[in-house]
């Protein structure tokens, strides 16, 4: 039966948080505040938090350098990842991906159909590896970014949840969460 094996030892992941926004600050950022809030309230390290415009360079050198900084292990962004004009998150991400996690879209989708209804074909919600490290882009919404830590990310991250976590594929927990 899936789910968290309290017998086991948590590790701590190292998680960075990028909002992609235009508009948005750090004091006006709630959906990157929830992220970054709930991960901490999980345990887990935030490794650093940044803002970047909905521009294709802007978003793709920030997530490079956390997948190319050893202190970071999981990189959640939020923000544009829909249909208008400057979304352009997966555009700037995918190509940085070595693999795609197909089913984190999957998933992310089945319980959005819960809370806003078939309005989740209007996100590009995905997720993949970039070297050793982890990316999921969600939505830039408060409810969205709820929805994807609470339901999924923070079993997903969680190092005790068995069958196997995402924590179980990074170089230092390999031999851990076998």
């Known amino acids: 039966m899936p789910g968290i094996n309290e017998n086991l030892p948590f590790h701590p992941l190292k998680i960075a948080v990028l909002t992609i926004s235009d508009t948005r600050t750090m004091e006006t950022d709630t959906s990157g505040e929830l992220l970054a809030s709930r991960l901490q309230e999980a345990g887990h390290d935030l490794a650093a938090r940044a803002i970047v415009k909905d521009d294709v360079e802007a978003i793709r050198t920030q997530v490079q350098a956390w997948v190319d900084d050893p202190e970071v292990e999981i990189v959640l962004t939020t923000g544009g990842t829909g249909f208008t004009p400057r979304d352009v998150t997966p555009e700037a991400v995918m190509p940085l991906l070595r693999r795609v996690m197909d089913g984190f879209s999957v998933v992310f ?65 390999r031999e851990v969460c076998a």
């Not at 490290?133 to 929805?147: L, N």
Request: net charge neutral; aromatic share 10%.
């Open 109 to 173: 989708h089945q319980i959005s159909m819960g809370t806003i209804g078939v309005s989740t074909l209007q996100s590009r919600a995905f997720a993949g590896q970039a070297g050793d490290s982890f990316i999921f882009c969600v939505p830039g919404s408060t409810g969205a970014c709820r929805d994807a830590w609470d339901l999924v990310l923070q079993y997903e991250c969680d190092s005790r949840y068995r069958p196997c976590s995402i924590a179980g594929q990074l170089p230092r927990l």
